[in-house]
């Protein structure tokens, strides 16, 4: 049973299965198995869709078209005339779900006074609350949250790796306790620091910045055709 390496996002599983599929091709491999690195919300998603399946009360998440327009619908009543509602609402959506990747909800907040700002950020948030409910509808941003709160943590599987990810939040943590839990084996690789020294470029103006990024990264490329 082969481990799955859980990653950040997207990019950092691609930069991991190519960097895998190299390392095989230098090992003199013509064939080899693919290697399991998914992001981690494709993999909760997945999660999620088996519960669910067994699972008829369990919300369906909605697609990414779906919530812009849900939130837009929010700000839009609000939004000052040179302000884009999408713009705005796509900002509320990212507070209110950082608010709930640490633990917190719209309660919490509203209990002390608030700017002008923020009482319209909880008006938002508490409508797209409630016709996410309307709806049996959820966020697939929150399902970390969800899988805890909802009981669907699934039976333990193939052991898991978490890579690339500086710090977790209380929900990804609390998703990995009951993880543990269930029997699941998960571990998390940290990052090893080799005291890589860093440099900055001050360009004189924008024109000789764009013709250093170029030449940087033409060098890059020469030195590193596949990198």
């Known amino acids: 049973m082969g481990v ?6 997207l990019r950092q599983s691609r930069i991991l299965r190519r960097l895998h599929d190299r390392a095989q091709i230098a090992a003199g ?6 290697a399991q690195v998914l992001p981690l919300d494709v993999w909760l998603a997945q999660q999620w869709r088996d519960a669910a399946a067994a699972n008829q ?11 812009h327009w849900l939130w837009r619908r929010q700000a839009a009543p609000d939004a000052p005339g040179l302000q884009d509602p999408a713009e705005l609402g796509a900002r509320a959506r990212t507070s209110w779900l950082r ?3 640490y633990g917190g909800d719209l309660d919490d907040i509203t209990r002390f006074p608030l700017t002008r700002d923020q009482q319209a950020f909880a008006a938002w948030a508490r409508g ?5 409910r309307e709806r049996g509808a959820c966020d697939p941003s929150d399902l970390a949250r969800l899988l805890v709160e909802a009981d669907a943590v699934p039976a333990a599987g193939s052991p898991l790796m978490l890579a690339g990810f500086r710090r977790l939040t209380p929900s990804q943590s609390a998703l990995l306790a009951a993880l543990r839990a269930k029997g699941w084996s998960v571990t998390q690789s940290r990052p090893v620091v080799n005291g890589h020294a860093a440099w900055s470029h001050a360009a004189p103006d924008p024109e000789s910045e764009r013709t250093t990024m170029l030449d940087w990264a ?10």
């Open 29 to 34: 491999r013509v064939v080899w198995p693919s």
């Open 218 to 227: 033409r060098l890059r490329l020469e030195r590193q055709p596949d990198g």
């Open 99 to 101: 608010l709930r990747a």
């Open 128 to 132: 797209a609350e409630q016709e996410l």
């Open 57 to 67: 009360d369990l919300r369906q998440p909605l697609p990414a078209v779906a919530l």
């Open 4 to 9: 799955i390496l859980l990653t950040q996002n």
